[in-house]
């Protein structure tokens, strides 16, 4: 819908809303406005991160010089081959790896794809994956459409705040690590930011001989990463999520693991993933991988760490009863999934938009009506969480380029659109526009 200047309509939300209630909307110029503009203030920054002008320049650039198929022999194909490794080298550069080890994706989820069956693929006797409860769609969707072909997933016990207990692991490997193909657990949770203890499942992992994949889609680009230091077979990210270009990711393999390309026909990536490289893309994530290891090398995310503490404290102190979901737990600097009873995330969300701030929503309503958050209801009841009323979760996630004033603003936004929302009742008068919702879409946090 397209409002003229300053007018005013109502619509009712759709009913898997559960609550009913109808939203006044008042355009201000009648176009949509882009998140940097009139001041918005953008926290959704785990869905996906906008590009530095550095990397939009390196992919401009690309595109209009080094365009050509970097598979030829000839010398325009090699000069994109040529800028197409320097970018491999900086990406193995990022995580401590060798450029050989690093294979180009369209991104996190064929990454994550082509790592679990690899695994399954490389040891057909092999049908038992061991994952977490709380991993991104890329891997629960996956290991639910393999169960058809006789794959068995093993969920080991975890906290309340979704962390794998790595002992849980060794007893599942001591008891049948001759049936299993791989375990993955990811680094940090998507939604709530919670760190797994990948080290130590890493190390049982090695002890048992099995290989061991983690989704750091959520990690790379973001915290320090050196696989050198680590047991790990395989790892897996985006690079849009650290600034790079959407339509590029990384699947990491040490070397000597077999990687069963998803994607056949043509040999590119060393017989790994067919298909022409996407050069201008691949060129801009190596630019992506440059800076995040120079900002991560300046210790910038130890920087960051106490502007998530003093937003989720100014929450708090604002709006009694809310509380951190996972707080208890290890979490990464950009995440914070905050819990607010009694209300309809979807409904915050739509008055957080309209005064200016971007998030997502991960929600669990009483209703049972909304597609409930898969990682809220894994970890269990939170503290502030009331049985058999709406939990409005929603995950403010912010990037290295995040400022302390605007979070302050958006803790300012949060408060005031709380408060409306608990204040708002429906019209009296006819509605306007009515959607009817034939399906209930997922609401979870994506990326």
Request: hydrophobic share 35%; glycine share 10%; with cysteine.
């Given at each position: 819908?397209?409002?003229?200047?300053?007018?005013?309509?109502?619509?009712?939300?759709?009913?898997?809303?559960?609550?009913?209630?109808?939203?006044?909307?008042?355009?201000?110029?009648?176009?949509?406005?882009?998140?940097?503009?009139?001041?918005?203030?953008?926290?959704?920054?785990?869905?996906?991160?906008?590009?530095?002008?550095?990397?939009?320049?390196?992919?401009?650039?690309?595109?209009?010089?080094?365009?050509?198929?970097?598979?030829?022999?000839?010398?325009?194909?090699?000069?994109?081959?040529?800028?197409?490794?320097?970018?491999?080298?900086?990406?193995?550069?990022?995580?401590?790896?060798?450029?050989?080890?690093?294979?180009?994706?369209?991104?996190?989820?064929?990454?994550?794809?082509?790592?679990?069956?690899s695994a399954l693929g490389s040891a057909p006797e092999k049908r038992v994956v061991v994952t977490s409860e709380v991993e991104h769609s890329a891997v629960r969707e996956l290991l639910e459409v393999l169960a058809a072909d006789g794959v068995e997933t093993i969920h080991p016990r975890k906290?309340?705040?979704?962390?794998?207990?790595?002992?849980?692991?060794?007893?599942?490997?001591?008891?049948?690590?001759?049936?299993?193909?791989?375990?993955?657990?990811?680094?940090?949770?998507?939604?709530?930011?919670?760190?797994?203890?990948?080290?130590?499942?890493?190390?049982?992992?090695?002890?048992?001989?099995?290989?061991?994949?983690?989704?750091?889609?959520?990690?790379?680009?973001?915290?320090?990463?050196?696989?050198?230091?680590?047991?790990?077979?395989?790892?897996?990210?985006?690079?849009?999520?650290?600034?790079?270009?959407?339509?590029?990711?990384?699947?990491?393999?040490?070397?000597?693991?077999?990687?069963?390309?998803?994607?056949?026909?043509?040999?590119?990536?060393?017989?790994?993933?067919?298909?022409?490289?996407?050069?201008?893309?691949?060129?801009?994530?190596?630019?992506?991988?440059?800076?995040?290891?120079?900002?991560l090398t300046d210790n910038g995310h130890e920087r960051m760490l106490p502007l998530r503490d003093r937003f989720e404290a100014g929450i708090r102190e604002?709006?009694?009863?809310?509380?951190?979901?996972?707080?208890?737990?290890?979490?990464?600097?950009?995440?914070?999934?905050?819990?607010?009873?009694?209300?309809?995330?979807?409904?915050?969300?739509?008055?957080?938009?309209?005064?200016?701030?971007?998030?997502?929503?991960?929600?669990?309503?009483?209703?049972?009506?909304?597609?409930?958050?898969?990682?809220?209801?894994?970890?269990?009841?939170?503290?502030?969480?009331?049985?058999?009323?709406?939990?409005?979760?929603?995950?403010?996630?912010?990037?290295?380029?995040?400022?302390?004033?605007?979070?302050?603003?958006?803790?300012?936004?949060?408060?005031?659109?709380?408060?409306?929302?608990?204040?708002?009742?429906?019209?009296?008068?006819?509605?306007?526009?009515?959607?009817?919702?034939?399906?209930?879409?997922?609401?979870?946090?994506?990326?």
């Amino acid at each position: 819908m397209v409002l003229g200047q300053g007018q005013t309509t109502w619509f009712e939300l759709p009913s898997f809303l559960h609550c009913g209630l109808c939203v006044c909307v008042r355009s201000g110029t009648g176009s949509v406005l882009m998140a940097e503009e009139q001041g918005r203030i953008y926290l959704d920054h785990n869905a996906t991160t906008r590009q530095t002008p550095e990397v939009t320049a390196a992919v401009m650039e690309c595109m209009e010089r080094f365009w050509a198929n970097p598979s030829s022999i000839h010398l325009a194909g090699q000069l994109a081959r040529r800028r197409m490794e320097e970018a491999r080298g900086q990406v193995a550069s990022l995580i401590g790896a060798e450029p050989d080890e690093i294979v180009f994706t369209s991104g996190g989820s064929e990454s994550v794809n082509v790592a679990i069956r690899s695994a399954l693929g490389s040891a057909p006797e092999k049908r038992v994956v061991v994952t977490s409860e709380v991993e991104h769609s890329a891997v629960r969707e996956l290991l639910e459409v393999l169960a058809a072909d006789g794959v068995e997933t093993i969920h080991p016990r975890k906290s309340r705040t979704g962390r794998v207990d790595p002992e849980a692991v060794r007893e599942i490997l001591s008891q049948r690590s001759e049936e299993v193909a791989l375990v993955t657990v990811m680094w940090a949770n998507n939604e709530t930011g919670v760190i797994e203890p990948i080290e130590e499942i890493a190390e049982i992992c090695d002890q048992f001989g099995v290989p061991f994949h983690s989704d750091a889609t959520q990690w790379i680009g973001k915290m320090p990463t050196d696989v050198g230091k680590l047991p790990v077979t395989m790892l897996s990210c985006a690079g849009h999520k650290f600034h790079g270009p959407k339509g590029t990711g990384v699947l990491w393999a040490r070397r000597g693991t077999l990687v069963k390309p998803c994607v056949i026909g043509g040999g590119q990536e060393q017989g790994r993933r067919g298909g022409t490289e996407h050069v201008s893309g691949i060129v801009g994530l190596g630019v992506a991988a440059a800076q995040a290891e120079t900002w991560l090398t300046d210790n910038g995310h130890e920087r960051m760490l106490p502007l998530r503490d003093r937003f989720e404290a100014g929450i708090r102190e604002a709006i009694p009863g809310t509380c951190v979901n996972g707080a208890t737990g290890p979490r990464i600097w950009s995440t914070s999934s905050i819990g607010f009873p009694d209300l309809e995330a979807e409904l915050l969300l739509l008055v957080m938009s309209e005064r200016g701030l971007d998030a997502s929503a991960g929600s669990a309503c009483s209703s049972g009506a909304l597609n409930n958050s898969v990682i809220l209801e894994a970890m269990g009841r939170q503290p502030c969480q009331i049985p058999e009323e709406p939990y409005g979760s929603v995950r403010f996630s912010w990037c290295r380029e995040t400022t302390k004033d605007e979070l302050e603003r958006a803790a300012k936004i949060i408060a005031d659109a709380v408060e409306a929302v608990r204040n708002i009742k429906p019209p009296t008068g006819p509605i306007l526009t009515k959607k009817e919702s034939g399906s209930v879409p997922d609401y979870s946090p994506k990326g």
